[in-house]
């Protein structure tokens, strides 16, 4: 209904330097609303945010909100949230050292007659905000005795209390778990009676149809389509993100893709870090991907850091290739054919201020030594062919990393270690954060990588993504190998794996 609109974004288009990001793009956001906004990374999705709460100016196209009889321009995200339009990123951008409620009022305190914060009353109103959203904590603690989504359900309460009409959640549920995601969908129910207009920008797809009335989809920074929750198959929504069919996400694993070499490419022995990791054996064949699990912070990834050198074994052996190796740095197992993809990509993968040639060829060049440089027309040569090869969205070799998408930089990383050609490669989340399309292709390229004989080693939180890869999986729980799960892999073979530590 026309009179239910709250929010219109028509035409609009924004160009950065040799990038077309958004072309001619519209949205339609109606009151007590949740609207998913999806796309591959890359697709504008956070440009067209940028552009509505005033980050970014635009060219062309307009900006109606209801309550303005003519278009808006919003030149900063102050001036977007005196109107009413909020956004709460991923990063929960609130002050942990301080307390809930000096969080909720930070900048708009209760005074007294003297000028002072009067902190009774501020801690009074706080408590009833938080109750009117059905969110129980204690005021007068600080914010980083918190879970991370009651951090970002307190980040909401102080838009609503803000007046917000239109609420942007960026990601808000990639760093969450399961129970928490359902509070936080709980809270946008509520806010969903009470008229707010929320815009939900995920890469999950099943929380897509878990909680939202109507999706619009972007392509290549432009329009795509919008559609209703009802109307819209999850195999529709794919095909229409990557812009033609694709094939069923559940067989992307060929039938008899298990290794059939008995060649044991890397063996561990009782191989343990005192505080991280307790002893355990492990052992990948040649050509073959197996699959680490359990709940966060189960020890996955120690166990592959302690596999690869970056926590030093302090107890067992490790072998490769059916020889000793005894890596006490990084270095060391880069050089015996081991890379690694870590599962933070900007504290331990990628230096933002370099270029993405320059990010490629880190690992190589560490490998040779400082005075072996690579020449730069090789550089250039392997830059190049990477690009093209995993099909990194770049204007240029030369465009600094951080200027690309989050699915762009992992693929970036993984450009490295294919340079140095290993012979063991471990991925720890390489597909988080990043969009189905590049899921897809990050799949299909392990699989690819172990046809060639390529041993991997797989982490992923969705079980689902390493029944798809996977022929094996370690289970692991409070820092401990507890069992593998060999021959049929179902789901609920692994979760029961994981809450029990039974060995299948």
Not at 66 to 85: L, V
Not at 431 to 446: C, N, P, S, V
Request: glycine share 8%; aromatic share 6%.
């Amino acid at each position: 209904m026309e009179d239910q609109i709250l929010l219109t974004m028509r035409g609009v288009s924004k160009t950065f330097p040799g990038v077309k990001a958004l072309d001619n793009v519209s949205i339609t956001l109606r009151k007590g609303e949740i609207h998913a906004l999806m796309g591959e990374n890359g697709a504008g999705k956070s440009t067209l945010i940028k552009v509505l709460t005033g980050v970014h100016a635009f060219e062309e196209g307009e900006i109606r909100l209801d309550g303005f009889d003519e278009p808006i321009i919003n030149h900063t995200p102050i001036e977007a949230q005196k109107r009413g339009i909020v956004t709460v990123y991923q990063e929960v951008n609130l002050c942990p050292n301080l307390s809930v409620a000096e969080n909720l009022f930070i900048g708009r305190e209760p005074k007294t007659k003297l000028g002072y914060i009067d902190w009774r009353k501020m801690n009074k109103l706080s408590r009833e905000l938080l109750k009117r959203l059905d969110i129980d904590v204690d005021v007068t603690q600080t914010l980083e005795n918190y879970s991370l989504a009651i951090q970002q359900m307190v980040a909401i309460a102080r838009a609503v209390d803000m007046d917000c009409k239109a609420l942007i959640l960026d990601e808000p549920t990639s760093s969450l778990d399961e129970n928490e995601v359902s509070k936080l969908f709980v809270l946008m129910r509520h806010l969903r009676e009470k008229g707010v207009g929320i815009i939900f920008v995920t890469h999950f797809l099943e929380q897509v149809y878990a909680v939202c009335d109507r999706i619009t989809v972007l392509r290549n920074g432009e329009f795509a389509g919008e559609y209703t929750v009802a109307e819209m198959p999850r195999f529709k929504l794919v095909a229409t993100m990557l812009g033609k069919d694709v094939d069923d996400l559940d067989s992307i694993k060929p039938e008899g893709c298990e290794s059939n070499c008995d060649e044991i490419a890397v063996e561990a022995v009782g191989l343990g870090h005192k505080g991280t990791i307790k002893p355990f054996d492990f052992h990948i064949r040649k050509g073959e991907v197996v699959g680490v699990t359990g709940l966060l912070g189960s020890g996955r990834t120690e166990m592959v850091r302690c596999l690869y050198g970056a926590d030093h074994a302090q107890s067992g052996t490790l072998k490769m290739k059916g020889k000793v190796l005894k890596a006490k740095a990084p270095i060391d197992s880069i050089k015996s054919g081991m890379g690694y993809l870590p599962d933070d990509r900007k504290a331990d993968g990628l230096i933002s201020e370099l270029s993405v040639r320059e990010n490629i060829v880190l690992a190589l060049q560490a490998r040779q030594g400082v005075f072996k440089t690579l020449p730069l027309a090789k550089q250039y040569e392997l830059a190049d062919s990477f690009i093209e090869m995993l099909h990194i969205k770049t204007a240029t070799r030369e465009t600094p990393v951080s200027q690309l998408s989050g699915g762009n930089q992992q693929k970036v990383i993984l450009a490295r270690w294919l340079c140095t050609h290993p012979d063991f490669l471990i991925l720890d989340e390489p597909t988080r954060g990043i969009d189905i399309g590049t899921k897809t292709e990050f799949q299909k390229l392990i699989l690819k990588f172990a046809s060639e004989g390529m041993s991997v080693v797989f982490i992923s939180s969705e079980i689902e993504e390493m029944l798809r890869t996977c022929t094996r999986m370690c289970v692991m729980r409070d820092g401990e190998k507890v069992g593998e799960i060999d021959g049929e892999m179902t789901q609920e073979i692994v979760m029961s794996a994981i809450a029990g530590g039974e060995e299948k």
